[in-house]
């Protein structure tokens, strides 16, 4: 059964950091890659940034340069280091993997940056 379990979300001023952690189960973790999603209050759901097995990453151009994905095949963990936060970073972010074709989510971890 795969799981995806987010922490380290929390309340952060502008111009602050939070590192978001992903652990996954279920799955041959390094195979795969791995996404952060956030959904903000009445907004859809958007991909932050994503690693791929290999380790290349890809980021949102509202995030680039501030954010940084990881990821630590050994410890089945997916990382979001986040900087320079503006309130509009605020939201739910979720860590996504699509394994045999389905789309597998964590329930999210709730980020709150304040002005």
């Known amino acids: 059964q795969v799981q995806l379990v987010e922490s380290g979300g929390g309340l952060v001023q502008a111009g602050g950091s939070l590192r978001l952690s992903c652990a996954a189960s279920?799955?041959?973790?390094?195979?795969?890659?791995m996404n952060w999603y956030r959904q903000a209050p009445g907004k859809q759901r958007e991909l932050v940034a994503t690693?791929?097995?290999?380790?290349?990453?890809n980021y949102a151009d509202s995030v680039k340069g501030r954010f940084t994905i990881s990821r630590d095949n050994a410890k089945n963990m997916v990382y979001l280091q986040m900087a320079s936060l503006k309130p509009e970073d605020t939201a739910v972010y979720y860590c996504?993997?699509?394994?045999?074709?389905?789309?597998?989510w964590g329930k999210g971890t709730l980020v709150t940056v304040s002005s």
């Open positions: 996504n993997t699509k394994y045999y074709g389905i789309d597998y």
């Open positions: 279920g799955i041959i973790f390094s195979a795969y890659a």
């Open positions: 690693i791929t097995n290999g380790g290349r990453t």
